[in-house]
Nanobody
């Protein structure tokens, strides 16, 4: 299986910057998409940003983070550069990878354990 390990979370003041990292390892076939999601207690997990490489590299972002967050990928590591952080960004951030296992089974999703980001004075 594929394992995803996130790091880089922590406590930061409003307006501050954090950079999250997620490293994929294990039985990787072809990870075509990696992304970041976040979740707060009592709410659904939602997309923050993802990056795909079916052909031309494509990224997409939640409206709430456009212009502030940047997703990037180097091999099997995905980063989320977060600037101008707001208290509303406080959440557990999860890394996701979509791996093409084989032509018959298709793709599989894998999730990291999450890393806490707290934006507070």
């Amino acid at each position: 299986q594929v394992q995803l390990v996130e790091s880089g979370g922590g406590l930061v003041q409003p307006g501050g910057t954090l950079r999250l990292s997620c490293v994929a390892s294990g039985s990787i076939a072809n990870i075509v998409t990696m992304g970041w999601y976040r979740q707060v207690p009592g709410k659904q997990r939602s997309l923050v940003a993802d990056i795909s490489s079916f052909g031309k590299t494509e990224t997409n972002y939640a409206d709430s983070v456009k212009g502030r967050f940047t997703i990037s990928r180097v091999k099997n590591t995905v980063y989320l550069q977060m600037t101008s952080l707001k208290p509303e960004d406080t959440a557990v951030y999860y890394c996701k990878a979509v791996d093409i296992r084989n032509p018959i089974a298709g793709s599989a999703e894998f999730w990291g354990q999450g890393t806490q980001v707290t934006v507070s004075s």
